[in-house]
């Protein structure tokens, strides 16, 4: 068996072993294997999918009252006009208070593709089969992406995290490490006179809904419960454990 090594300078590493007695058709012997040129690409913090969420036609925010009753209401505009905070505390300077209550999920998926991590590719320019194989040679960091209040109140987000776990029965979090390796993760067989690649993927967990807290007018000294405050937020949280490995050859 004689070894082509390809030296990789970053993340993937890649190396192609080609047979020379073991294939249907013999190599002839002026037929001498050519160094392959690896092509490599990664990101080495984050290379999501862009966050699309369809909120049309969805009220954003609004609060049921103590009474039942359904009416508009917005902690920014209140926020701008100086009236409340956005923390689930209240000071002198606000009139209402803000208590964490629950976290409401309306829907759940799975991408296997959402979070990219990187990809190697090689060209089999041999008469036999060739194998390529994934080793990440360098850390990266897979981080969540989100919407509204999940990533700035710790409530919501643990939360929201915790429904999605429960949705697809394992770890998801805010942000995965994917830690640099000598072991090959994944291996893929590459026909003769072809080029191939392996692509590696984070599985994205997304979870949308909304968040619910206890609303309390202090706006005398008080603390009098108004009634429950709503507002959608939603993410793709990240998985822990799960990679997904993509693979395709074509003649060249």
């Known amino acids: 068996m004689r070894y082509l090594k390809i030296l990789s300078v970053s993340m993937l590493?890649?190396?192609?072993?080609?047979?020379?007695?073991?294939?249907?058709?013999?190599?002839?012997?002026?037929?001498?294997?050519?160094?392959?040129?690896?092509?490599?690409?990664?990101?080495?913090?984050n290379a999501a999918k862009p966050m699309e969420v369809d909120?049309?036609?969805?009220?954003?925010s609004y609060l049921i009252t103590k009474d039942g009753e359904k009416i508009p209401w917005s902690r920014e505009e209140e926020q701008d006009a100086g009236d409340v905070t956005t923390?689930?505390?209240?000071?002198?300077?606000?009139?209402?208070?803000?208590?964490?209550y629950y976290y409401d999920d309306d829907y759940s998926q799975v991408d296997q593709t959402h979070f990219?991590?990187?990809?190697?590719?090689?060209?089999?320019?041999?008469?036999?089969?060739?194998?390529?194989?994934?080793?990440?040679?360098?850390?990266?960091?897979?981080?969540?992406?989100?919407?509204?209040r999940v990533s700035t109140e710790a409530e919501f987000g643990n939360a929201l995290i915790a429904k999605a776990k429960v949705a697809v029965g394992y770890d998801v979090s805010r942000q995965r490490q994917n830690y640099s390796s000598n072991t090959t993760s994944s291996t893929y067989t590459v026909p003769p006179h072809s080029k191939a690649y392996i692509k590696a993927y984070n599985y994205g967990v997304y979870s949308g809904g909304r968040g619910v807290w206890k609303a309390y007018d202090e706006s005398d000294g008080g603390h009098t419960f108004i009634g429950n405050y709503t507002e959608i937020g939603n993410a793709w949280t990240v998985a822990n454990n799960q990679i997904h490995y993509e693979f395709d050859s074509w003649p060249i």
């Open 13 to 45: 590493s890649l190396l192609l072993l080609l047979p020379t007695m073991s294939s249907a058709k013999t190599i002839e012997k002026d037929e001498h294997p050519k160094k392959l040129k690896a092509v490599w690409s990664y990101d080495p913090v």
């Open 55 to 60: 909120n049309s036609g969805i009220e954003r």
């Open 87 to 100: 923390m689930d505390f209240c000071d002198q300077y606000c009139n209402t208070f803000y208590d964490w």
């Open 116 to 148: 990219y991590i990187g990809e190697v590719s090689a060209s089999n320019l041999g008469s036999g089969t060739g194998t390529i194989q994934y080793i990440q040679t360098n850390s990266s960091t897979t981080t969540w992406i989100h919407t509204g």
